[in-house]
Each structure stands twice: as C-alpha cells, then as structure tokens.
C-alpha cells in the first residue's frame, strides 16, 4: 500500500480509502451488517487505514458498524466522517426527501444541506458517538449550502479542531471558489469529489485547485459504482433499493459499452496481472492532483482486492494506453 499526506495535517492516508455508504444500505438495497465489519476489518489487515462515513450513510448505522468495527483498533485508523447533510431541522437548502430503504422517491426524510455552527456541534457529537471514538481524524463537510457564510462555517470548525475533536478538516463537493475561501479562513486539508475514468468533468477545477495548494483530493465512486469493475455483467438484477436499478448508467446497453472500454485496458491489465477494478484505482491516483481514492466494498474479498490497487504503480506507456482507450469508447458511455 502506498501512502499520501491529507494535505498539512501530518496524518498519512492510504491511498486506496474504504468508502462506506453501501454498508449503510441506504440507497444500495440493504447490507449485512456481519460481512461489513468483516469487510473493514480486511481493509485494515492489507493496511488500508483511511476509512470514510458520514451520518447520512444509512442515518448513523454506517457509522455505527465502523464504531464496532475500529473498536480496540482504533490507533490503526484514520477516520473520516462528514457533517451538513441533517434531517433533524428545516434549516439551511432543501435537497431531497428519502425513506430508509429507497433513493430519492420521495419519503418522510427530508434533507437539508445545513453547515451552521449549532448543527455542526451536535452532529459531532453524534458521530463520536456512533463512532465509540473521542476525535474524528478528518471532519468534511459533505455538500455545501447557500444560508451560512463559508467563514462562519470554518470558525466552528476551527473550535472543533482546538478542543481536540477533530484533527483535520476537509471540504466535499465544493467548487475551486469555494475551497479558496475555506482556506482564507483557516486550514483545508482535503477536498473530497466525484472523480473516476468515466466522471473527469465534474472534478477538473478541483484537481487544479488540489495540486496548486497542497490540498489532498479524495476521489469518490472511483469505480463508477461498481460497473468498471467488468463484474456487471448482463444478467446482473439491482434490488428495487439499489439506486443503480434506475440509472441509465447501469442499463444493459451500457453495461456493453463498458465491456468494450475494459477489452481496450486488456494489455496493461494481463501486463500488471491486476484485475479491472484494481486497474482502476491505480489509474485514478496515477491522475495529477488526485492523492486518494475511497472505494466500496461490502465484503472482506472486494476490500481485499481493491486494497491490491494501492500497490500498483503504472508507468507513461500504460497510462498512455488507457487513456487512448477512454477517448476512443468513453463519449459512447454514460
Ligand atoms: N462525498 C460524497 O458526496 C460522496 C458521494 C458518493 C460516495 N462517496 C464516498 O465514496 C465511497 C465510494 O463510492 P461508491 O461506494 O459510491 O462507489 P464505488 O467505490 O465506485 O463502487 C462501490 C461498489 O462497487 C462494487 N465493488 C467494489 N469493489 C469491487 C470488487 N473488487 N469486485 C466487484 N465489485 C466491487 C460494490 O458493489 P456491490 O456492493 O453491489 O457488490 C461496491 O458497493 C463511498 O462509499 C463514500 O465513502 C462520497
């Protein structure tokens, strides 16, 4: 496993984060609490320290399992949550209504994107809870919001980080303009973002804005939710649940199309002697400005593998290729 700074904070983050919202079950059709632990427990044994939650990942049972999981092993962790997405109020931005099993079909659960300085204090005590923990490694607000100053936002967490709660503070789904002024006002480590091979647009100011300032960028859904894995295969059936049984993404025409891409990566696959999802991770940390990629996974031999992805380091040649392959299939994928 390689390892990368989080920015200036002095902590070292595996490169290859466990991304922890499927275990919430939430938007993934329900998970087994049993085989997430496991799932993180094998994280942690093929030395993949960062793990990310956040409340919202399934309304706290995602962070509970990580708190039984890191229970004794704490020390061996750095742990990453969020706060600013809340459905206790009715303050802030409006953003969906959910239940507990379903996407955004509506539901009695409505969120609202919220950063004041009163709705941060008490969802991190929320999360120490759920988490069986005294400090948060790396606290990240998880959408940014029109109804609170960025400045006033950073201020309560700043205190946060001065009575020792926090010891790092990252930001998620802001733009270039708003991680500069998060770091007028004190220190960003970390700016967390949809990025992979087949989501380069939304991210591209980031990156920049990243590799100019110091700032680590932790890639999510690196693995476009499973599909650039090659394990999506035609006859694979989503739970109602499961949000990607109602994405164009995920259809069966594109699924094809995928498989097309994946053919294309053969020889810097067999060259490596990875599989698909591994070459994917390396791919995605290989990019300039992008220091960490937080994966999926539900079960120990998914994490296990997808931790193999942090060991490998791909030259010129193979990036050369891979990237002639997503130019030639990837305006054909959704
Ligand atoms: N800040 C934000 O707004 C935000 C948004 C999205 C995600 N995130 C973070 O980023 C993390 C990762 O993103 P993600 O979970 O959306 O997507 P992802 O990492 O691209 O894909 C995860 C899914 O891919 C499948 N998978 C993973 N490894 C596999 C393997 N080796 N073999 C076969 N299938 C494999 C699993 O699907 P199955 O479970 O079906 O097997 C897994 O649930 C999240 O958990 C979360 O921590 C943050």
New binding site residues.
Partial sequence: MQYRPLGASGIQASVVGL????MGGWM?GGSDDAAAIRAIHAALDAGMNLL???PI?GFGRSEEIVGKAIAGRRDQVVLAT?CGLVWQGDQGDHFFDTDDDHPRQGGDRRIYRFLGPESIRREVEDSLRRLGTDVIDLY?T??QETTTAIEDTMAALLDLKDQGKIRAIGA??ATPEQLGKYAAAGQIDSD???F?MLDRAKAAGDLDYCAEHGVAFLA???????L??G?VGPDRV?EAG?Q?SRKARFSVENRQRVADLLAAFEPVRAKHGV?F?QLTIAWTVAQRGCSHA??????P??AL??ARGGEVVLDAEDLALLDAALAAHGPAIV
């Fill in positions: 991304g922890t919202w499927a993934w990310d939650t956040a990942y969020k990240q998880h959408w998620s789904n967390q973002e949809l992979g999510y859904s690196p693995l476009a939710q499973g650039l894995t394990k989503f499961d990607r599989d999802a937080l994966v999926g996974a539900r079960t031999e998914q593998a997808n």
